[in-house]
């Protein structure tokens, strides 16, 4: 299990992976499983990013998921984000990518009933090196816009909504081209997607932000 969070009916709902892909649980207050769904697809491999309930009582799993080629490698993994209902059912499924390696790290819900993912693209369309990606998608999961900042190679962990509407985004970016130091990093971008600024914290050994919030 990846995350938890406290519903709006009691217990609480649980997100993670298993054998045969993501998993969504639901349990009761005295820790009974209410229902427990897996979702996931024959010869592929799906990464767990996210579960949060949604304002009608059901729910958004969103996750990674590429096909696994014969020496066990994910090949051309997409941003999967699958909506489900109170009972866990699903009620819809969309990928979001190109033909090169996009990964999911988190979602927000916005104040207007949409949601805004964070993710990783490919820097170049040959899909060399990676890039910060953020789409910004309606409640039903249709793109309202989606942006790539180009060049931006910074594992993300936090992504949280700021007080303005707009977006925050937290995590490590490494020093130059080495591989043995990095530094804290957070940018905060407007809600039309623009960055307003992007800094790095630097010590002297690696640092980084786990988690953010307003």
Not at 120 to 139: E, H, N
Request: proline share 4%; charged share 20%.
């Amino acid at each position: 299990l990846r995350s938890i969070s406290p519903p709006s009916d009691g217990g609480c709902v649980a997100g993670g992976i298993c054998n045969s892909g993501v998993v969504a649980i639901k349990f009761e207050a005295n820790g009974d499983v209410a229902w427990r769904r897996s979702f996931g697809r024959e010869s592929t491999r799906e990464g767990f990013a996210d579960l949060q309930q949604t304002n009608d009582g059901g729910y958004l799993l969103l996750a990674s998921s590429g096909l696994v080629d014969t020496m066990g490698i994910v090949d051309d993994p997409d941003v999967l984000l699958i909506k489900l209902d109170p009972l866990g059912d699903p009620v819809w499924q969309k990928t979001y990518g190109g033909p090169f390696e996009e990964g999911a790290s988190g979602f927000v819900q916005l104040a207007d009933g949409g949601l805004a993912v964070c993710g990783g693209a490919p820097s170049q369309p040959d899909g060399g090196g990676k890039s910060l990606l953020i789409l910004r998608l309606t409640a039903s999961g249709d793109i309202v816009w989606q942006t790539v900042y180009q060049g931006w190679d910074a594992p993300v962990f936090s992504f949280e909504m700021t007080l303005d509407g707009g977006m925050i985004v937290a995590g490590y970016a490494y020093e130059s081209d080495s591989q043995l130091s990095w530094d804290a990093w957070a940018m905060k971008v407007a809600a039309g997607g623009a960055v307003e600024w992007k800094k790095t914290y630097h010590g002297n050994y690696g640092d980084s932000f786990n988690s953010i919030i307003a």
